[in-house]
């Protein structure tokens, strides 16, 4: 198969998801991040450079600069490319260097943000940097959850979960039901309809988001969406599984979106990877450790109360976690999965045949370089094309077996799919020709990765033909 093309990876990168900018410590860099993907089958990713309110950050290009900085530290072992992350719609800044991001440096895709308090752009502003975007063919992705939901069901008056004192990690769902999910994507919708702005959904997690892409994709309109191996593979109940429902140590499971309640939303994504719903297959790959005070732990450290009360002095931080149950707004959201990606899809999705080995190829590597600008050159086996590979074992040829973390080679001290049984692994990972991972062994170098300088996206083109429905459509809003 083409090697795997993994556009959704946070590395280096400061996430700030929590109240008043509050945010954990990416475990992995460059090195450690891309040394986990080629190990699971990946031979390309695109990583985040992230804007941030602060005045030293207005300027993209710094952001782009400082984070390359980040990359060239280390290398990388896989070839890579970044989007931009965009938390103000300051109009000098985008007219100005929007064309130079994409002339330069060849970012042809921003993220932006509907919650976060300190990331989340209004409605107003999302318009401003999707109508940027569009006029610089910038592919817009949006983070769509309701900040506002979420805030009135998390804060303190009156009596939600923060008053009632459900702050255990496994609350953190109750925080988001699918809904919360479901309305913000319908909004952006209207919004890129508004302007006619191709848009892409990350991490779609729950049926109600999936329906109302599949509703606007129905009408024609330009709308992709991607999901991740934890909406296929957790639901609520593993916000429960460790211990009671109290446990700290399912902050592990913590994730924006969270998987969905049950295993109906699983079914309904898989329906949605079937039928086209869902243009690609990414990992949301956020890695934070568990047993650090600027990973997971920080849900403790950060929380006022979990740390008043019975003297925690001379504990290590799990004795500490076991004790204490911290505040689900205060964990840092995002969890591990660049080098479980493939081999998640493939044992759950193609051994048991839910999807076809076609439909496979189509999402985790030649949908990703189509919509991202790397096609032909990625994503595909054709002459021309770099040889990107990835090996599969023959049917049966690997006996079935139950990873754990010891497995993995990212720098994160758990994964969230401990147990689980796989009955296959990437056998080879060819990176441009060279056989990078091979039976196990990992032979690439930190440095043979290239930076990829990316084009326009390729899907989303051709519907300009659609009738305008002037009810939805501000077709004037482009005139001279
Ligand atoms: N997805 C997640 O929980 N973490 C990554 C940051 C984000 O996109 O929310
Ligand atoms: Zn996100």
Redesign the pocket.
């Known amino acids: 198969m083409p090697g795997g093309i993994d556009c959704h990876v946070h590395l280096c990168q400061d996430l700030k998801t929590g109240p008043l900018g509050l945010g954990g410590e990416c475990a992995d860099n460059f090195e450690t991040g891309s040394r986990s993907a080629v190990c699971g089958g990946t031979t390309t990713m695109i990583t985040f450079a992230t804007q941030t309110r602060a005045e030293e950050d207005c300027s993209l290009l710094k952001v782009v600069e400082a984070y390359n900085a980040r990359a060239e530290v280390t290398g990388s072992y896989i070839d890579y490319a970044f989007h931009v992350i965009i938390v103000r719609d300051d109009k000098d800044v985008l007219e100005a260097e929007l064309p130079i991001l994409v002339e330069r440096w060849g970012i042809t895709s921003c993220?932006l943000?509907m919650t976060y308090e300190t990331m989340r752009l209004q409605d107003y502003q999302l318009l401003d940097v999707m109508l940027a975007a569009l006029k610089n063919e910038i592919t817009t992705m949006i983070?769509a959850e309701n900040g506002d939901m979420i805030e009135w069901l998390t804060g303190e008056f009156p009596k939600k979960l923060e008053s009632k004192a459900m702050m255990a990690p496994y609350y953190h769902a109750l925080s988001r039901p699918p809904s919360v999910e479901g309305e913000a994507a319908n909004r952006a919708i209207v919004l890129a309809e508004l302007i006619e702005n191709p848009i892409l959904f990350?991490?779609v997690g729950s049926s109600a988001s999936a329906n109302v892409i599949r509703a606007a994709q129905t009408r024609g309109l330009p709308v992709f969406a991607e999901t991740c191996p934890q909406y296929l593979n957790l639901t609520w109940e593993d916000l429960k599984r460790f211990h009671s429902p109290t446990c700290f140590e399912n902050s592990k499971m913590v994730c924006?979106p969270p998987p969905g309640p049950d295993s109906s939303d699983q079914a309904a994504l898989y329906i949605g990877l079937h039928n086209g719903t869902f243009t690609i297959f990414s990992s949301?790959h956020c890695p934070f450790k568990y047993d650090d005070p600027h990973g997971k732990m920080a849900g403790i450290l950060e929380h006022e109360p979990s740390i008043q009360g019975e003297p925690c002095e001379g504990m290590t931080l799990p004795e500490l976690a076991h004790k204490k149950v911290g505040s689900f707004r205060l964990i840092p959201n995002g969890i591990p999965g660049v080098e479980t990606r493939l081999p998640l899809l493939f044992t759950r999705g193609v051994s048991t045949g839910r999807i076809s080995p076609q439909k496979f190829v189509e999402l985790t590597a030649t949908n990703p370089a189509k919509l991202y600008g790397l096609y032909p050159r990625k994503g595909a086996i054709l002459p021309g094309s770099d040889a990107d590979l990835v090996i599969w074992h023959p049917e049966g040829g690997l006996p079935p077996f139950k990873l754990t973390n010891e497995h993995l080679h990212h720098n994160v001290d758990y994964t969230p799919y401990e147990g689980m049984e796989f009955d296959n692994w990437p056998r080879y990972t060819i990176a441009r020709g060279r056989v990078v991972w091979g039976n196990g062994v990992l032979l690439g170098k930190p440095r043979d990765g290239q930076y990829l300088k990316r084009g326009p996206s390729q899907l989303g083109k051709g519907v300009a033909h659609f009738k305008k429905d002037p009810r939805r459509v501000a077709s004037w809003v482009h005139e001279l």
Do not use: E
């Open positions: 993220k943000f983070h990350v991490h924006s949301d």
